[in-house]
């Protein structure tokens, strides 16, 4: 019987572990979108934005990490 027990929270754990690396995985990839993009754009186009080239890194991490 604790055998058994054992068993299913060590499954759940892994279903847990597996879910918070697919969460890490898509922040990183919205951070390394939202980083392309606006490292793309001319210092013109992020004026018109309100934004400086120096500001990229800062709003790329809190679109992925603080939303």
Known sequence: MAYATDTTRIAGRSEGLVERFRT???RR??????????????????????LHRSMIRRIAYQAAYEA
């Open 24 to 26: 890490a995985l898509a």
């Open 29 to 50: 990839r919205l951070y390394k979108q939202t980083f392309s993009e606006l490292a793309s754009l001319s210092n013109r186009e992020l004026n018109d934005l309100g």
